[in-house]
């Protein structure tokens, strides 16, 4: 199938379970993310072509390298893992940063914003099933992390993001999603500054239909518009 139909079957995929999600999602938007990594200009320009508003890349330097192509014709969002070091080279270009899990990356994003006259939206990541050796914070520490990141300037939290154990069944991902929704609506409540909770991102080609269904606002689909991709 090309790149048309299967994003025409994930949309409908995705409004299918907006109906029969038990809770409702997280913000007022709903945001279907395209995951180009390893895809080429002429994919991204199809994708776009039919709709794509947002694309997300996990490398810093693959951001870098398709810019001068697509231009500001389409959001950058990062969602892979950023080290300190690259922070002064993605935030110029990131419209949203999906992958924020210390103080100490945070900091840095809003000192370099700050010089830019910007201020970065990001999502703190969370390592909602707890699994070891995996990028993103503790639920647990989640509430002191979004409080240390609401003193900076130069950044705004805009929700949270987690990437859910790979599992054949996506049932059995469902309390994960289930816990960050209820992790999101807490810290929705407390209103803390620099913060608009509106973004909620969960799910991927495997388990977007789970995530939607217990709440999210933003999915990440790579495999599912593109097919496989080609290392
Ligand atoms: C690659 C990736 C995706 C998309 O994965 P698919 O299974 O191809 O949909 C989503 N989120 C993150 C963080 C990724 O690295």
Redesign the pocket.
């Known amino acids: 199938m090309g790149i048309a139909q299967n994003l025409t079957e994930v949309r409908r995929n995705i409004d299918l379970a907006m109906n029969r999600a038990a809770v409702r999602p997280a913000g007022d938007e709903f945001k279907l993310i395209a ?1 180009t ?1 390893n895809q080429g200009i002429d994919e991204m320009r199809q994708a776009i072509d039919h709709g794509i508003t947002a694309v ?1 890349e ?1 490398r810093v330097q693959e951001v870098l390298g398709k810019l001068p192509e697509l231009k500001r014709t389409v959001e950058w969002h990062l ?2 893992h950023l080290q300190t070091n690259k922070v002064r080279q993605i935030v110029p270009f990131a419209d949203l940063i ?2 924020v899990d210390s103080r100490r990356v945070a900091l840095e994003i809003s000192r370099v914003a700050g010089k830019l006259g910007k201020c970065q939206d990001i999502l703190i990541q969370v390592n909602a099933a707890g699994e070891p050796g995996k990028f993103g914070i503790a639920p647990e520490d989640t509430l002191a992390l979004a409080q240390d990141i609401s003193s900076l300037e130069h950044v705004r939290l805009c929700g949270l993001m987690t ?1 859910a154990p790979q599992v054949a069944d996506p049932e059995l991902v469902r309390p994960v999603f289930r816990n960050l929704y209820r992790l999101f609506m807490e810290l929705a409540a407390i209103r803390l500054d620099h913060t608009d909770m509106k973004w909620l991102s969960m799910g ?3 388990d977007y239909i789970t995530a939607v269904e217990e709440g999210a606002n933003m999915v ?5 518009i593109f097919g496989a ?1 080609q290392y």
């Open positions: 995951v990594k997300g996990n969602i892979g999906h992958s990437i991927m080609t495997g990440r689909v790579g495999t599912g991709r």
